[in-house]
């Protein structure tokens, strides 16, 4: 199975900017196609999509919101962070199956 | 809109067999896959198995002996069932719409139901 790898916490303040980072243990590239996906989750609640592929926006997300990467190295970036954004964020890869996540980034207030 | 709801029970002897449903609206099953996700407490989700919208089905291969997927179109569900639980399949449990394509995405997800394997 492809293994990611997020680091636990990042502590960032109101208004800067976060870069989340995941690094997969095999390239989650083919071709053009880079098949990462990040979601968000609050507490208590269920996991939302963000970004998909690793650099399209879905539907709803605010353009704070943008995500880069290919091969092995992605990254999720909020600019500005707002207080709404205080969560958890998981990758999970679709290169090959199963489909596996990261073990989160709890982004916290610093 | 979108929308997906599991349930079944919160509470599960071990070595019982777990029981889930999943509802949806809102989109045809199909049209669209729907997978099995699953989440201990304080960790990261992990994919347990999809019914594909053909009515074909893939299984993580760690949880492949003791898992079963099935549907029933004709009242928009899908279904889950996991033999010999242990206390470690504790966690909460949801099902997703799949986004389509051979290497899918999880675009919607139903609220979740906790489930904890306790005698």
């Known amino acids: 199975d492809i293994v990611l790898t997020q680091s636990p916490a990042l502590a960032v303040s109101l208004g800067q900017r976060a870069t989340i980072s995941c690094r997969a243990s095999?390239?989650?590239?083919?071709?053009?196609?880079?098949?990462m996906h990040w979601y968000q989750q609050k507490p208590g609640q269920q996991p939302k999509l963000l970004i998909y592929?690793?650099?399209n926006l879905a539907s709803g997300i605010p353009a704070r919101f943008s995500g880069s990467g290919s091969g092995t190295d992605f990254t999720l970036t909020i600019n500005p962070v707002q207080a709404d954004d205080i969560a958890t964020y998981y990758c999970?890869?679709?290169?090959?199956?199963?489909?596996?996540f990261g073990g989160g980034t709890k982004l916290e207030l610093k | 809109q979108v929308q997906l709801k599991e349930s079944g029970p919160g509470l599960v002897q071990p070595s019982e067999t777990l029981s889930l449903t999943c509802t949806v609206s809102?989109?045809?099953?199909?049209?669209?896959?729907v997978s099995w996700v699953r989440q201990p407490s304080g960790k990261g989700p992990e994919w347990m198995g999809r019914?594909?919208?053909?009515?074909?089905?893939a299984y993580n291969s760690a949880l492949k002996s003791r898992l079963s997927i099935s549907r029933d179109t004709s009242k928009n569900q899908v279904f889950l069932k996991m033999n010999s639980l242990q206390t470690d399949d504790t966690g909460t449990y949801y099902c997703?719409?799949?986004?389509?394509?051979?290497?899918?995405?999880?675009?919607?997800w139903g609220q979740g139901v906790m489930v904890t394997v306790s005698s």
């Open positions: 997703t719409r799949d986004y389509p394509g051979i290497t899918p995405y999880f675009d919607y």
């Open positions: 809102g989109f045809s099953l199909t049209s669209y896959s």
């Open positions: 019914m594909w919208y053909d009515g074909d089905t």
């Open positions: 095999q390239s989650v590239s083919i071709s053009r196609y880079n098949l």
């Open positions: 592929r690793a650099s």
């Open positions: 999970q890869q679709s290169r090959e199956s199963p489909p596996t």
